[in-house]
């Protein structure tokens, strides 16, 4: 079992930045993506950005050069710093584990970010 807390959300205003952390916790594979998605009301789940295990990283074109997705080995933690904040970056934003190994996903429960002046 995979164990995954979000933390770093809060209220910021237009143009400030954020860094959110997802802890991970348990059994965890070798082979493995960490993603982060963000929902925000009346809209669906969207992906922002991944890392994989081998480092490999991807973002959404609505984040590119504001958002930075990293990982902490050590720590077994990865991040999102993200700056230059939108109105329309508000959601909830999740963290999900993807163990490539058994196919199985794994959520934290989420961190709500709110951009507003």
């Known amino acids: 079992q995979v164990q995954l807390v979000e933390s770093g959300g809060g209220l910021v205003q237009p143009g400030g930045s954020l860094r959110l952390s997802c802890a991970v916790s348990?059994?965890?594979?070798?082979?493995?993506?960490m993603n982060w998605y963000r929902q925000a009301p009346g809209n669906q789940r969207e992906l922002v950005a991944y890392?994989?295990?081998?480092?490999?990283?991807n973002y959404a074109d609505s984040v590119k050069g504001r958002f930075t997705i990293s990982r902490d080995n050590a720590k077994n933690t990865v991040y999102l710093q993200m700056n230059s904040l939108k109105p329309e970056d508000t959601a909830v934003y999740y963290c999900?584990?993807?163990?490539?190994?058994?196919?199985?996903?794994?959520w934290g429960k989420g961190t709500l970010v709110t951009v507003s002046s």
């Open positions: 999900k584990y993807s163990d490539y190994d058994v196919y199985m996903d794994y």
């Open positions: 348990g059994s965890l594979s070798s082979s493995f993506a």
């Open positions: 890392i994989t295990s081998g480092g490999h990283t």
